[in-house]
């Protein structure tokens, strides 16, 4: 079942889909080690030049990792930056990670993301295959533009669903027929978001990891859309930066580049959209 998760309607099968991933994310094991940070330097990469400018004209930079899991990012960039320079906060919905990031040397945020304190602020928010785990995209967006610094960076990396063919792995317990149907729902309202500049952010209120034993991105119950997250920022005055990744060649490399969103935002200078 597809539901809006800013459809009123939608508030108590929202709330009972959240209840059953806060138990899977507190119990599974083994989704810890398959999920970890590492091999990601080539993402992590591009976010180099951005954070020196910064620094040119900024005494600190403030950095943080939404769904940082067990994170390679702060040993990634303490080969650039000091901790006196690059002040780093890892984000995570449970303490699961806690210890396995604790000596990396930066904070430490355990709730949910709408839970973050507004009195924190940020110049740069990065999240690395997390934005298709969220249950209430459109609260995810509004928390993050509080909490992020006028004319500071908003990096999305995640799969994207809106493409002719490809089939979310959290709708792949469900028959062909359904999940065709809802690939053609999921193209047809990309386009749609695209002509009427209104986001949908389409999230699945029955997802694979909840009938079948976990494999990847079963649990990945928002159904990106890239059109969506575009619309939804282009409202709040945000603009597109330049953010390349280099995926290597081959077939396996070829595939990434069509299903991998890649997008930096920019905030504007005046804070408002």
């Not at 990396?104 to 507004?118: A, M, Q, S």
């Not at 062909?176 to 999230?203: D, E, G, M």
Request: aromatic share 10%; charged share 25%; with cysteine.
């Amino acid at each position: 079942m597809l539901i809006r998760s800013d459809d009123p309607a939608a508030a108590a099968d929202l709330a009972s889909l959240e209840r059953a991933l806060t138990t899977f994310y507190a119990t599974a094991d083994d989704y810890y080690g398959i999920a970890a940070g590492s091999g990601k330097d080539h993402l992590f990469a591009p976010l180099v030049p951005y954070i020196e400018e910064m620094l040119r004209e900024n005494h600190i930079v403030r950095l943080l990792e939404i769904g940082a899991g067990k994170s390679h990012l702060p040993a990634y960039l303490r080969r650039y930056f000091g901790p006196d320079r690059l002040h780093i906060t890892l984000h995570d919905i449970n303490d699961r990670n806690t210890s396995h990031n604790s000596g990396l040397g930066v904070e430490h945020i355990n709730c949910k993301v709408e839970e973050i304190p507004e009195r924190l602020r940020f110049d740069i928010i990065v999240s690395f295959f997390v934005f298709e785990h969220i249950i209430r995209p459109f609260d995810y967006i509004r928390q993050m533009d509080n909490i992020l610094n006028p004319a500071g960076l908003f990096l999305f990396v995640c799969p994207r669903y809106d493409i002719p063919g490809y089939i979310p792995p959290a709708v792949r317990h469900l028959s062909l027929v359904s999940q065709l149907a809802i690939n053609a729902r999921l193209v047809a309202s990309a386009a749609l978001a695209h002509l009427t500049r209104k986001p949908r952010f389409w999230v699945t209120s029955d997802p694979a990891v909840l009938n079948r034993s976990w494999r990847r991105d079963c649990d990945a119950v928002h159904l990106v859309s890239g059109s969506d997250l575009h619309v939804a920022l282009g409202e709040r005055g945000y603009q597109r930066a330049h953010y390349r990744v280099r995926l290597g060649k081959g077939l396996g490399s070829n595939i990434l580049r069509i299903i991998l969103l890649r997008e930096l935002y920019r905030k504007s200078v005046s804070g408002v959209g």
